[in-house]
C-alpha cells in the first residue's frame, strides 16, 4: 500500500495463501498477478552474506517444488489476455528457468514473453531462455530472475 501510494498508483491488493487461492478468491479472474515467490535467495547473498551457510543443496529441489505449486495454483486465476510475473531473489537455474520451462511444457493456454526478454536491456540483464536475470553486484543491485507469462484464450 505504501508503494502504490508513494507512486501515486491505484490497485486492489489481496493477501491470501496463494498455494490454496480456493479459500479467498472470489472467481473473478485477475488481469495481472506478480508472484514473488519463495527462493534461495541466492540473489541477496551480498547483503546477506549468512545465506550461503543456512542454504543446502537438498533445498533447491523443495523450493523448485514450491514455487511449481503456485505457478499451478494461480493460473487459473489469470484472465485470458493476462499476464503473470513470476520473479525470485535467485539467481540459480533450478529456482528460475527450469521452473519456468516446466511449467511452460505441461500448460496449454501459456505464452513466454519473448518481447520481454529479447527487449533492449541496456547490457544490465541477462537474457535467459525463460525470462530475464541479473547477478548480485551488476548496477549494485541484488541478483534476480524475472518471467512474464501471457495467458492464451
Not at 485477475?30 to 545465506?51: L, M
Not at 542454504?55 to 484472465?79: K, Y
Amino acid at each position: 500500500h505504501e508503494s502504490f501510494a508513494r507512486l501515486r498508483l491505484d490497485a486492489t491488493i489481496l493477501a491470501g495463501d496463494a498455494a490454496n487461492p480456493d479459500r479467498w478468491w472470489d472467481g473473478r479472474a485477475f488481469d495481472r498477478i506478480v508472484i514473488d515467490a519463495p527462493c534461495s535467495a541466492s540473489g541477496v547473498i551480498r547483503r546477506y552474506p549468512d545465506i550461503k551457510h543456512l542454504r543446502r543443496a537438498g533445498d533447491l529441489p523443495v523450493l523448485a517444488a514450491r514455487q511449481q505449486q503456485l505457478l499451478r495454483a494461480l493460473w487459473p486465476l489469470v484472465a485470458e489476455g493476462g499476464c503473470l510475473l513470476f520473479a525470485t531473489c535467485s539467481i540459480f537455474r533450478a529456482e528460475n528457468g527450469a521452473v519456468v520451462q516446466e511449467f511452460t511444457r505441461d500448460t496449454a493456454n501459456v505464452r513466454l514473453d519473448n518481447q520481454l526478454r529479447d527487449g533492449n536491456i541496456s547490457g544490465v540483464m541477462r537474457a535467459e531462455p525463460y525470462g530475464l536475470s541479473m547477478l548480485p553486484g551488476t548496477q549494485e543491485a541484488d541478483g534476480f530472475f524475472i518471467s512474464r507469462l501471457w495467458r492464451e484464450p
